[in-house]
């Protein structure tokens, strides 16, 4: 799997977002930032959603798509419990179910699913839908 960026995500069977935990503090943020204030921590796969939007205007092109090909997408923060809070697209759900408090596993979408091998982006699905360890 090519992530959209290097350091995002462990190589394990059921990958991680990899954040970045404070060595002094232990504040976890995300993504890990640089530097030796922060060590890499491997984030929960399961959160619940904090927030949400759907969000239903195109961005300028280039380098997006047309207006025809389009379509609105959900985007959210889901907090995972005693670590942080993550924004990502919310998938494999219609948007009128989705609800502040829904339990969210990691997942990972293709960022343009037409490409012939496609950049990979971290999302959250509704619990229950992804591959099983």
Known sequence: ???????LFTDEHLPRLVGGRNVATGRVVFPCPSGSDFEPWPLRREGTLWSFTIQRYRPKSPPYAG?????????GYI????????????????????????????????????AADPVMI?????????PKA
């Not at 207006?67 to 985007?75: E, G, H, K, N, Q």
């Not at 809070?85 to 293709?110: H, K, Q, S, W």
């Not at 971290?122 to 992804?130: D, K, T, W």
């Open 1 to 7: 799997m090519q992530a959209i960026a290097e350091g």
């Open 67 to 75: 207006p025809d090909a389009f379509r609105p997408w959900a985007v």
């Open 79 to 114: 907090e995972l419990a005693d670590e942080t809070i993550v924004e990502a697209r919310i998938v494999n759900v219609e948007f009128t179910d989705i609800a502040i408090g829904m339990p969210l596993e990691l997942t990972f979408v293709p960022l343009d699913p037409a």
């Open 122 to 130: 971290h999302a959250f699905q509704p619990i229950g839908l992804g």
